[in-house]
């Protein structure tokens, strides 16, 4: 029964990517909704690692730009196939990840944080830095898009299934993994590591695990943006950046996959709806963050779903 | 020094800052023995709880278990041995059900890895479906078949022990520490956790226990260490215990006969 739940799931899924795909409107939105679709990937990695793991990350942009800039260079700078490129940016990430985790899992609280935090900063100043590799502050253009046998996905639509479709799929992977022998030890680290380690749970190792998966989200994320914008530039992976991710997991919901697809959307789009109020954009955005976490503080499909159950008590108690 | 002692502690010490918690203890567990630590507040009983379970690092001192040393493994690899706990503060993970923290329990004895999960490959699917049975199967020992679905967190006290138990269990231990099962328990449930510490014993499974209940620690220990200040103080069976001097004089003050 469960078993069929999942496909119906992504069957509904994907028929709301396709449907949604062949109405859209004008580039302006397809824009917008691969936009959406990236940092739904990444924040999906994310909240594995905070909302589930219990384990801050502060420079998650720092993982976007190496999978955004490893694509750019070797597909521009040395004409490798976009595809190898994206599996470089993978492999590059993973092996940082590894690197950067090991030493900062070992922190815990805001002390990881403030690690993760520098990690994303330097990332930040070297891609900015370093012109002779990353073109520095101008960045790159004209990078090439995905193509396989001579086909590319140089349309809008083409790009946007492309992204949707890979949503779809990191979708399913969270979610099966949430749900598993995985999933329930790394809440149980969340909840209390003293009694994960007692019941014979390796926590760093799993945090690590959780953390490389994360920093993989993020660097495929990274890759797409080069390949369906084709132009990058510095300023987008910066620690702003990483903050809006955790912002996208805390107002979806921390240990909310659903949550997650929510909490990227509306922050992606809510700037965009802001942008008519202009100097104002910044502090009607912070506003209604401020009365979200306040109101809602489980994240918004939560806070939803407590709200509407509220009303339906209420409903049938007067 | 028996060839049948299932846990060693030789010389074990620990001291934090200047406090000598632990001082130079030495004891043994046999298989399928109930053995009782007892002793005032402040003696070292969690403390050693926390050294045989790789909690905390002992100073110097030797602790084997199944004749293979174990001090300075990290928990999860001594928990892979065959030792497993309960907490005296009871450490459940609250935002779980009550089934997904015994489920938590068989992460020991099962293997599906990240890759297998995210791929939700038949076998591991048939694994999740086995965890759950066999978790199923340890709640209903412990007697909490009914709460499956709760969270842990809204479960009263005596059910939270209950469910440290039944997680306890679900790691398959050969030998299982109970820190203070008792604490905050009303008489009848104290009178199952009696019944439940035998039926643990029944099934092959030693138990090492910290208790304060005096009554319940006499009806079920086969062997009692008495702790003070760190200092092992006296070893034996309940009824000896009873009438050691020194442990009267633990308990009741060392003025008590002026």
Redesign the interface.
């Known amino acids: 029964m469960v078993r069929y739940q999942r496909w119906l799931q992504a069957g509904l899924f994907y028929l709301l990517v396709a449907i949604g795909g062949s109405l859209l409107p004008g580039t302006y939105y397809v824009t917008l909704l691969n936009l959406i679709g990236l940092h739904i990937i990444i924040v999906l990695g994310l909240n594995l690692l905070m909302g589930y793991a219990g384990q801050i990350s502060l420079g998650h942009a720092a993982f976007f730009g190496l999978g955004a800039y490893t694509s750019a260079i070797l597909t521009t700078t040395y004409r490798v196939d976009p595809i190898l490129s994206l599996v470089a940016g993978l492999l590059l990430s993973g092996l940082v990840a590894v690197i950067v985790g090991i030493p900062a899992l070992k922190l815990k609280g805001y002390y990881l944080a403030m690690a993760t935090l520098g990690f994303g900063i330097i990332v930040a100043i070297a891609l900015q830095q370093m012109d002779w590799l990353t073109g520095g502050p101008s960045g790159f253009m004209g990078i090439p898009p995905f193509g396989i046998l001579g086909w590319q996905f140089q349309t809008p639509a083409a790009k946007f299934f492309l992204v949707w479709a890979l949503v779809g799929l990191i979708l399913c ?2 979610l ?2 949430v749900d ?6 790394l ?2 680290i ?3 590591e ?10 760093q190792r799993l945090k690590l ?2 953390f490389v ?1 994360s920093a993989l989200y993020a660097a495929l994320a990274g890759s797409l943006l080069a390949h369906t914008v084709n132009f990058i530039a510095p300023s987008s992976f910066g620690f702003m950046f990483s903050i809006k991710l955790v912002t996208m997991v805390v107002v979806g919901g921390m ?1 909310s996959i659903w949550g997650s697809l929510l909490g990227a959307a509306v922050l992606t789009v809510l700037p965009e709806l802001l942008a008519v109020f202009h100097d104002l954009e910044v502090v009607i955005f912070g506003l209604i963050l401020m009365v979200v976490m306040i109101f809602l503080p489980r994240g918004l499909v939560r806070g939803l779903l407590d709200l509407w159950e509220f009303r339906r008590r209420k409903q049938q108690g007067g | 020094m028996s060839a049948s002692a299932m846990l060693s502690l030789q010389d074990v010490g620990i001291s934090f800052g200047g406090l000598q918690a632990v001082k130079k203890v030495s004891f043994q567990v046999q298989a399928g023995q109930i053995k009782a630590l007892i002793g005032p507040n402040g003696a070292g009983k969690t403390t050693l709880f926390n050294l045989i ?1 790789g ?1 905390l690092r002992p100073d110097h001192g030797l602790i084997s278990f199944l004749d293979q040393p174990i001090q300075g493994l ?3 690899q001594i ?2 041995r065959g030792i ?2 309960t ?1 005296q503060i009871v ?6 059900t009550v089934l ?1 923290n015994v ?6 004895r ?1 293997r ?3 890759l297998a ?4 490959l038949p076998w ?1 699917r048939r ?2 479906a086995a ?1 759950r049975a066999q978790s199923l199967e340890w709640l209903a020992f412990v007697g909490l078949p009914a709460r499956a679905d709760d969270y842990a967190a809204n479960l009263p006290l005596g059910h939270q022990r209950l469910l440290e138990i039944a ?2 269990l679900a ?1 398959e231990p050969k030998l299982l520490l109970l820190d203070e099962p008792a604490a905050g328990l009303d008489m009848t449930e104290t009178e199952r956790l009696k019944d439940l510490i035998f039926a643990i014993r029944e099934k092959g499974i030693s138990v090492l226990l910290v208790e304060h209940d005096m009554s319940l620690t006499m009806e079920v220990a086969d062997d009692i260490v008495v702790l003070d200040h760190g200092d092992l103080l006296a070893e034996g069976p309940p009824r000896d215990i009873q009438r050691h001097p020194a442990v009267i004089a633990a308990y009741l003050g060392r003025d008590w006969e002026r």
């Open positions: 992977l969270s099966n993994i598993s022998r995985i999933g329930r030890a809440r149980a969340h909840d209390s003293t009694a994960a380690l007692a019941m014979g749970v390796d926590a695990q959780i998966v240990a | 379970t909690m990290p928990p999860f928990a892979a497993s706990r907490f450490q459940l993970f609250g935002h779980m997904e489920m938590v329990g068989r992460h020991l099962t599906a890895g990240l999960a995210a791929l939700r591991s694994e999740e965890i997680r306890a790691t």
